[in-house]
């Protein structure tokens, strides 16, 4: 029983040791991929899209941009869940929207609730999902007006920038690499070797 108490406690200092410790390039990475990240997205809204009226940037972005470029090895960080959570959560809650337009109590949760159940049974969970879905319901009159478009731009548009740009700066150095599946990463990493020699 001593010997069981022992490795325990030596278990979890262990652990408690490897959470707490910093690593500077590991923080300078998620800062320079969130920074691009973000930056181009912002970059479309205000300079690009700004005559034509409408919307690029959407704050469940942030939240995504927390996984994808800091906590790269979270199942729920990987390029399905982004894409898919994102799309997804968008569908149903313009689908929320539409449905109940002039019902806010029933529209928002509904369109959260529903998003999250889709999300689970598509294993393409992505917390930020239901403030997409949200968004969609809760959000001013341009996004409102924007329809099933919502789906496409802002939400799909910018899930892609996020990723592109998560797939680059997260594999730009050997002990990050992303994504964390090794089907994909390994197809990755072939492709970049060979469009480096070309």
Known sequence: MKKRITRSLRVSKYIIYKETLVDYKEHV?????????????TFFQSKIVTHQENVFLIGSFGASSVLVYGSIQSPLAQPRNLIGGHVISAFIGVTAYKLFPDMLWLSAPFAVALSIVLMQITKTLHPPGGATALIAVIGSEKIKHLGYWYVLSPVLTGCLIMLV??????????????PTDKRYTKAFRTRLRKFEQD
């Open 29 to 41: 990475w998620s800062f320079i991929g969130a920074f691009v990240g973000i930056g181009l997205i």
């Open 165 to 178: 740009v998560a797939l680059i700066f997260n594999n730009m150095t050997s002990h990050r690499s992303y």
